[in-house]
């Protein structure tokens, strides 16, 4: 079966750290792009990093620096590494498989995170 | 960056027709044929309904389309069924910088 699925959420303090794992299993996991999008609850959906096949990242302003993303093809894996927490970054992790024109046409359950003390 | 503007509801009748706008600039939505929607039910995961501005997945029925002009992107659901009441919300690619804007987001009612 083609799905992914996120593991590693859940309580964290403000300035802390949480490593977010994906595998992924039922296709070529080194053939595609891949994304981490979250969504807080009520909210919409926020595109968190992407890396590329070759291993080239991407991410936008409100992560950088404090997120990385990383994969590791020999184990169809996928991961997110969040430090310098922050109570606007709880939401539900996704991760998510990119298209060549970065839609995404495959999505995990999510995790949740939640950054609170 | 900035998000992507949708209205944030839209409302049509069983059967009638609606289109839920998407609007950027020239550094997404205009320049790259590269305009996603997503559907979201309660509760769900996100299913890619259109790609690259009007491409419909597998699966995906012929009521909903795509379509972009200039700076703006829109999403027409034909025949509106009951099924079709979701959350919608459009994506595109931003360049290497941004590289991928969602909009906020629209709470489409079938009446």
């Known amino acids: 079966e083609v799905q992914l699925v996120e593991s590693g959420g859940g309580l964290v303090q403000p300035g802390g750290s949480l490593r977010l794992s994906c595998a992924a299993s039922g296709f070529t996991f080194s053939n595609y792009d891949m994304h981490w999008v979250r969504q807080a609850t009520g909210k919409g959906l926020e595109w968190v990093s992407t890396i590329g096949t070759t291993g080239d990242t991407y991410y936008p302003g409100s992560v950088k620096g404090r997120f990385t993303i990383s994969r590791e093809n020999a184990k169809n894996s996928l991961y997110l590494q969040m430090n310098n927490l922050r109570a606007g970054d709880t939401a539900v992790y996704y991760c998510?498989?990119?298209?060549?024109?970065?839609?995404?046409?495959?999505w995990g359950q999510g995790t949740m995170v939640t950054v609170s003390s | 960056q900035s998000a992507l503007t949708q209205p944030p509801s839209a409302s049509g009748s069983p059967g009638q027709s609606v289109t839920i706008s998407c609007i950027g600039t020239s550094s997404d939505v205009g320049g790259y044929n590269y305009v996603s929607w997503y559907q979201q039910h309660p509760g769900k995961v996100p299913k890619v309904m259109i790609y690259e501005v009007s491409k419909r997945p597998s699966g995906v029925p012929a009521r909903f389309s795509g379509s972009k002009s200039g700076n703006t992107a829109s999403l027409t659901v034909s025949g509106l069924q009951a099924e079709d009441e979701a959350d919608y919300y459009c994506?595109?690619?931003?360049?290497?910088?941004?590289?991928?804007?969602f909009g906020g987001g629209t709470k489409l009612t079938v009446l």
């Open positions: 998510a498989r990119a298209t060549p024109s970065n839609a995404v046409d495959l």
């Open positions: 994506s595109s690619y931003a360049g290497s910088n941004n590289f991928v804007l």
